[in-house]
């Protein structure tokens, strides 16, 4: 059954996930990038090997701890968090990752994604607000490519086209995240059927990762904690296997500490 009242709410919280990591690239204004690869609470993750038609997700080591309620739901009561700069902190799920691009090539790479899991807005594998990132692994060499995807969105139309939102930059470091922008009224990517850069990143690694986002938290300064609960959160459900990661968006071009908690209430 859903919870529906506050008190409900109270009574199913579980003791909270603390998370700190250490930002130590450089980040850069204004350009996600993804705490996952990053050494601290929960440890670093390895980067992943499945393949590009890549693996749907149902835990990952490397995760923020999430385990599935013995009966009823799960839901975000609460998100804490300061870092030593100011920025955005993404708390997300991440239903989906490939591995096996060739960030050299620039003709169209097949992807013809595996199914989600049953993790969209709407508890589907349809891809409603399913997002897409491409994640860096291993840092990158010379280049600025921009990016393209061919997919199929939420309502099962194929041959839709989504372009990178940020350009790659050079040497981007371990963790910086791309994300990929839709067709205009679309509302989520179902799978995915290729990827394309439109130049050379001559070295490095980077994976595709289809994303749901749960909550945006905002660190308006530094060092400065801040927090969203069960009514500012808007009360996410976080179904069964979730798999929550971080990302930061930094205001600022330097490196950061981010700490904080996860509060998850279940009935």
Known sequence: MAITTLDG?????????????????????????????????????????????????TSYAGQLPFRNPPSGNSYLARLQAQATIAGT????????????????????????????????????????????GLEVSTATGAGTPTFTMSYTNQDGVAGKTGTGILTGVATSAIGAFYPIGLAAGDRGVRSIQTFTLSATWTSGAASLVAYRELARLELTAANVPSAIDALTSGFPRLFNDTVPFLIFVPSTTTASNISGQMVITQG
């Not at 990038?33 to 393949?51: C, E, I, K, N, R």
């Not at 790479?109 to 508890?123: E, Y």
């Open 9 to 57: 709410a109270l009574a199913g919280m579980l003791p909270p996930v603390t998370f700190a990591k250490a930002a130590t690239p450089s980040l850069v204004a204004g350009r996600p990038h993804s705490l996952f690869y990053l050494s601290g609470m929960p440890g670093a993750a390895v980067a992943p090997t499945p393949g590009l038609s890549g693996a749907a997700l």
């Open 89 to 132: 902190l993404i708390l997300a799920d991440r239903l989906w990752h490939n591995s096996g691009l060739s960030l050299t090539a620039t003709t169209a790479q097949t992807i013809n994604s595996v199914a989600w899991p049953a993790r969209d807005a709407l508890g589907t594998s349809n891809g409603e607000q399913v997002m897409i």
